[in-house]
């Protein structure tokens, strides 16, 4: 038995941690969701609670309700994912061992058949992070869900738009968004897929496997190469992501 008296969260002591899960499981309403990651994972932090939650998030998980179950499988993964944690806590995929790899399966059944594409790259996310590719989760997912990520150029520092979806695949240091004329862009270079490895082998086979040529099109061009626009230094587009990270508001959110 956990003894949540002796652990923390974001609000200090865990003692409140069961009635919050067993309030999701009477009422699996948004706002107990997002009272629930904001007690394990705040602004992208993890807990001593955090970690011991994992089994319960589980069994949610395990849940016939897809929405819940859902949910459930995207905190769990940005917990084990979770860069800023309590010393001595980077063993988790030993030490929770038997709750990853049942997260893991569960979420690749989920993954097969995700609906809107918010969901499956969540979903993507949580699998990266049951897998341990501990720090891309988060990162990836916000680009490829708001199609632009923001990075700055390794040589003279401009902050930089890389561009991936419906308005094209290209880089410009100028507010795309907002111009009502064609701004100045480079288009990026995307990797042919066999010279992939690593990470984004593992993320292009995923999205061709579950049929989300679109996902895997973007992916091509995440793992590509990219020239500033200001500058003509050229830069691989995922190691700027790995460097930069998701905007902050973007952490600890119930998706």
């Known amino acids: 038995m956990t003894d949540w ?6 609000y200090g002591s865990a003692a409140d941690v069961p009635d919050l899960l067993d309030g999701i499981v009477s009422d699996p309403s ?22 011991a939650a994992l089994p319960r998030l589980v069994d949610l998980a395990g849940a ?33 061992a038997g709750a990853v790899a049942s997260l893991l399966t569960l979420a690749n059944e989920r993954l097969r058949t995700a609906g809107d594409l918010q969901e499956y790259v969540h979903l993507l996310s949580s699998v990266l992070a049951f897998e341990g590719f501990a720090g891309w989760g988060e990162d990836l997912a916000w680009g490829l869900i708001h199609e632009e990520y923001e990075v700055s150029c390794p040589a003279c520092g401009v902050d930089l738009f890389v561009v991936i979806g419906d308005r094209g695949f290209f880089t410009t240091s100028e507010d795309y968004a907002l111009s009502d004329e064609d701004v100045e862009s480079v288009p990026l270079r995307p990797a042919a897929p066999g010279n992939l490895d690593g990470v984004g082998r593992r993320l292009h086979d995923l999205a061709l496997a579950d049929g989300r040529r679109e996902v ?10 990219a020239t500033c626009p200001d500058c003509a230094a050229d830069f691989l587009v995922a190691a700027r992501i790995g460097a930069e990270g998701p905007p902050a508001a973007h952490c600890g959110t119930g998706g």
């Open 216 to 225: 895997a099109h973007a992916l091509a061009h995440v793992f590509g190469d």
């Open 30 to 51: 948004p706002e107990r969701w997002n009272d629930l990651w904001a007690t394990l994972c705040h602004q992208g932090t993890v807990y001593e609670a955090s970690f």
């Open 5 to 10: 008296s002796r652990l923390t969260h974001a």
């Open 64 to 96: 016939d309700d897809r929405d819940q179950a859902v949910r459930a499988l995207v905190l769990a993964g940005a917990i084990v994912a979770g860069a800023d944690r309590p010393p001595g806590a980077d063993g988790v995929h030993v030490e929770h």
